[in-house]
C-alpha cells in the first residue's frame, strides 16, 4: 500500500472517529424521542419546537389570556399584579405535562422550565402590553407549594423545579415563600366557585423566606415572580397572592408555563 492511500485511510479513519464522538454527544428530543440536532435553544427535536403553540400577544393585560377572559371581570378582589404564560394548553402541552408532572419523566424540567422565560420577558411588556412594567429594586423567584400528601405522592414539586431553572437562566434567587397548611383534592377536577372555597386560608408565609423579603421590601421596591405549571381561573395564584401580600408589601406577578 502506497503512502497516499495509507494517508488516505488514516484520514478516513480520523473523520469517521469525529463523526461518531459528535453523534454521541447529539442528545435526543427529551420531549419525544426523536433525533435532535442540536440547533435549537431547547432539547427538542425541529418538529417538537415547531408545535410549540408560544403566547406572543395577550387579550387580557391582568392574567395574560391570549383570548377574552370571563375570569378576570367576575374577580371581587384581585391580589396579584399581573400574570403572564408561556404557551396555550393545547393537546401536545397537555402530553408534555402528563409526561413530566405524573409520569415521572424529570428530565422535561430541562423543557418547561427555560420556557418560562418567554412569560418572564412578556412581563416586562408592563399591563398595557406596551409600557414598559419598569424594573423593581429587588426581584425574587418563589413557586405555589405542594401538600407533604401530594409530595409524598409524586416525589417532587413540578413549580419548585421550574422555578429552579427560571432562576437559574435569570440570576435571580429562588425562595420558598409559601407553605401549604392542608391539603386539597386536585384544582383541575373543580369548578370556579369549588376552587375559591377550597383555597381560602390554604397558603401562609414561610417564616425564613419572609424575613428575607421583608428586608428587601425596607430597602425599595420588591416584585415576587410566583411560578405555577398551569394557570386556569386564577384562584391558585390569586390565594397566593393574598396571603404573601396581607404581610409583605410588594409586587406578585404570576409565571405560568401554560395558559
Avoid at 427529551?30 to 435553544?41: F, I
Avoid at 415547531?50 to 374577580?75: F, L, N, Q, S
Avoid at 408534555?96 to 412581563?123: C, D, F, I, N, T
Amino acid at each position: 500500500m502506497s503512502w497516499t492511500e495509507q494517508a488516505g485511510r488514516w484520514m478516513r479513519r480520523l473523520l469517521s472517529g469525529a463523526e461518531s464522538l459528535l453523534a454521541s454527544k447529539m442528545e435526543p428530543c427529551v420531549a419525544c424521542g426523536a433525533s435532535n440536532d442540536g440547533t435549537r435553544k431547547l432539547p427538542v427535536c425541529r418538529r417538537c419546537w415547531e408545535a410549540i403553540p408560544w403566547i406572543h400577544e395577550v387579550c387580557c393585560a391582568k392574567c395574560g389570556r391570549y383570548e377574552a377572559c370571563p375570569d378576570c371581570p367576575r374577580r371581587i378582589d384581585t391580589y396579584y399584579d399581573q400574570n403572564r404564560s408561556a404557551v396555550r394548553y393545547d393537546e401536545r402541552m397537555k402530553e408534555w405535562l402528563g409526561q413530566y408532572k405524573y409520569r415521572g419523566q424529570e428530565s422535561l424540567r430541562s423543557v418547561l422550565g427555560p420556557m418560562l422565560l418567554h412569560a418572564y420577558h412578556l412581563h416586562r411588556q408592563g399591563p398595557s402590553g406596551g409600557a414598559d412594567f419598569g424594573k423593581p429594586a429587588s426581584e425574587f423567584i418563589s413557586y405555589v407549594p405542594l401538600s407533604e400528601q401530594r409530595y409524598a405522592e409524586r416525589g417532587f414539586n413540578q413549580a419548585g423545579q421550574l422555578a429552579s431553572e427560571l432562576g437559574r437562566l435569570t440570576g435571580l434567587p429562588v425562595l420558598p415563600l409559601l407553605l401549604r397548611t392542608r391539603h386539597t383534592d386536585k384544582q383541575s377536577f373543580k369548578g370556579r366557585m369549588e376552587r375559591l372555597d377550597d383555597l381560602q386560608g390554604v397558603f401562609a408565609l414561610e417564616p425564613g423566606a419572609a424575613s428575607q423579603v421583608a428586608a428587601a421590601c425596607r430597602q425599595g421596591r420588591v416584585r415576587v415572580y410566583l411560578i405555577d405549571d398551569v394557570y386556569t381561573t386564577g384562584s391558585t395564584l390569586n390565594e397566593c397572592s393574598r396571603a404573601i401580600k396581607t404581610t409583605l408589601p410588594l409586587e406578585v406577578c404570576g409565571i405560568s408555563w401554560a395558559r
